[in-house]
């Protein structure tokens, strides 16, 4: 089925007993048992719910993936599929990435023993490079929050497999319409669900998806034995939001794109990053990986008073954390999502007291650009 039919119907099935069209809130804790020994596939919601069953199935699909596993948010997510790595385990993974991330990595994971090396995954050669041994994991954001910059997934999937190491692709930014990076050579894909896939900023939620069975089984494992699972509520709630993913990409890329070009001819925007654009150092390779640019750019006001000025000043554009919602989103990465990544790093890789993020909705995009423009006579 086409992408779009299966974002409405996969995995989803008319409820059993009643027919209901819309998978109902299954808000229970446990299941009772007929006889000892003996269930109808649900013993106690933690390790299965049916309501999250339908979400797993439906987000897979979307993914062209076998299994999925759904977690209480995009950083348990990504927490439990680094669970299936042991002390003295490395991981090769991106230099600019999510902040909560890099985080995770560097003050939690490492305190287990794992080893971090960070390099610019752009270039398949220093990922070749970081290569060890023990390389497990492999873990790659393109684009990336908030540079924007493009990694070529399945380069990196070719040498990290000649290593024996999973390739793990975080594709929040993109949601599967955009990209899908096991079609591209990846083991495991990671989503924040909090972001493009429900779409509507009401729920906070991940997913791990994959396309084999061995892995699937480990994570769900540690799924039920850690337990940072997603509730029937929002299980639902994600469903509801995916049904119009495909409508929303669409409109997401369009409006992107017309920010975007109004970006690159607005003096007051220094630097524009956006893979769209023709002067993106990835350009060529975000035209063959993904089926559009999306709705996150990032730009260079030159300094943190222009900053305030520009982010004080928008009134449609909603200033806050987080993307991927119907509503204009924007941030300043420096103090916001990347806070927790060090000064150098942030410095080096121009997450600058000047640059703005913004999260393209899905508004008239004539209104959003006369904001934006508003804003900017501030500057
Ligand atoms: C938001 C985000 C996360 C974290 O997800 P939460 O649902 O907030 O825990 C991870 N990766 C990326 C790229 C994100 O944007």
Sequence with gaps: MGFSTDCIHAGQE???????VTYPIFQTSTYVQPELGKHKGFEY?????????VLEANLAALERGKHAHCFASGM???????????????????ENMYGGSFRLFNKVCEKFG????YVDTACVEKVRAALRPNTKIVFLETPTNPMMTVTDIAACAEVAHKNDSLVVVDNTFCSPWLQQPLELGADIVVHSTTKFLNGHSDSVGGVVITNDDAIAEQIGFLQNAVGAILSPMDSWLILRGVKTLAVRMKQHEENGRAMADYLSRQPKALKVYYPGLPDHPQHELAKRQMRGFGAMISFELGSLANAKKFLDRVRLCSLGESLGGVETLISHPETM????????TRTRLGITPGLVRISVGIEDVEDLIADVEQAFAAV
């Design 114 to 117: 794992l080893q971090f090396t």
């Design 45 to 53: 919601a933690r390790t299965k719910n049916p309501t999250r069953s």
């Design 14 to 20: 008319p409820e059993p007993v009643t027919g209901a």
């Design 76 to 94: 348990s997510a990504t927490d439990t599929v680094f669970r299936m790595l042991k002390s003295g385990d490395h991981v090769v993974a991106g």
């Design 337 to 344: 999502t990347h806070a927790s990544v060090p000064l150098d």
